[in-house]
C-alpha cells in the first residue's frame, strides 16, 4: 500500500504561482509512476501531468504546457507540481495518483492509477 498526502495548496492572484507537493509513505516509492489530477467544481477530474519513476519522462495537460512542470525527489518520497502563470481556470481541487511501475512509459488515464491522495485546493481569483 501506498498512501500520499498532498500540500501547497491555497488561493492566489492571476498570473502567481504555487508550487504543490505530494508525499508518499508505505511501500517503495521508487517504482511508482506518479501524476497530478484536478478537478473543479462541477465538472469531471482531468488529467493534469505525470512522471515515470525515474523522472525522465513526463506528460502534461496541453493547457498547462509550458506554465506547469512535475518532478519528483525519489529521496525525499516526494513529487512535485510547479504551477506559474496560473489563470482562473485553473481553480480546481489538484489530488496525486500513483501506481506501480518501473518502465519508461506513462499514463493518463485516471483509472490506470491505484492509489490517491485526498487532494489540496487552489484558487486563482482574476
Known amino acids: 500500500q501506498v498512501q500520499l498526502v498532498e500540500s501547497g495548496g491555497g488561493l492566489v492572484q492571476a498570473g502567481d504561482s504555487l508550487r504543490l507537493s505530494c508525499e508518499a509513505s508505505?511501500?517503495?516509492?521508487?517504482?511508482?509512476?506518479m501524476a497530478w489530477f484536478r478537478q473543479a467544481p462541477g465538472k469531471e477530474r482531468e488529467f493534469v501531468a505525470t512522471i515515470n519513476w525515474n523522472g525522465i519522462n513526463t506528460r502534461y495537460l496541453d493547457s498547462v504546457k509550458g506554465r506547469f512542470t512535475i518532478s519528483r525527489d525519489n529521496a525525499k518520497n516526494t513529487v512535485y507540481l510547479q504551477m506559474n502563470s496560473l489563470k482562473p481556470e485553473d481553480t480546481a481541487v489538484y489530488s496525486c495518483?500513483?501506481?506501480?511501475?518501473?518502465?519508461?512509459?506513462?499514463?493518463?488515464?485516471?483509472?490506470?492509477?491505484?492509489?490517491w491522495g485526498q487532494g489540496t485546493q487552489v484558487t486563482v481569483s482574476s
Open positions: 508505505g511501500r517503495t516509492f521508487n517504482p511508482y509512476a
Open positions: 495518483a500513483a501506481y506501480y511501475s518501473s518502465n519508461y512509459y506513462v499514463k493518463s488515464e485516471a483509472m490506470s492509477y491505484n492509489y
